[in-house]
Nanobody
Framework: QVQLVESGGGLVQAGGSLRLSCAAS????????MGWFRQAPGKEREFVAA????????YFADSVKGRFTISRDNANKAVYLQMNSLKPEDTAVYFC?????????????????WGQGTQVTVSS
């Protein structure tokens, strides 16, 4: 079983930055990929970023490429989402996800475990 706890959300002005963290429990953290999704009010949850078990491969939604980075610390069982040049359209609840069933990281059905989410609000 894996438990995920996100932190680092908040209110920021457009153009600002935030760093989200996801702390994971479980002994096998370093063996599976991790991901971030987000859900804006009235919209479906969408893929944001993912990182392979080693950290050697990363994947991003087109909407965040060049602005967001994802990283992980296997020793401390954590994954991070650094968000720069934030825009009002980035406003959403951000969810951490773990242990995908396949390499289709973009599909939320792929992921076995989810955190409760952290709110990110970007004001214009």
């Amino acid at each position: 079983q894996v438990q995920l706890v996100e932190s680092g959300g908040g209110l920021v002005q457009a153009g600002g930055s935030l760093r989200l963290s996801c702390a994971a429990s479980g002994a096998t953290f370093s063996s599976y990929a991790m991901g971030w999704f987000r859900q804006a009010p009235g919209k479906e949850r969408e893929f944001v970023a993912a990182i392979s078990w080693s950290g050697g491969s990363t994947y991003f939604a087109d909407s965040v490429k060049g602005r967001f980075t994802i990283s992980r610390d296997n020793a401390n069982k954590a994954v991070y989402l650094q968000m720069n040049s934030l825009k009002p359209e980035d406003t959403a609840v951000y969810f951490c996800a773990a242990d995908p069933r396949s390499g289709n990281y973009y599909n939320e059905q792929t992921w076995n475990y989810w955190g409760q989410g952290t709110q990110v609000t970007v004001s214009s």
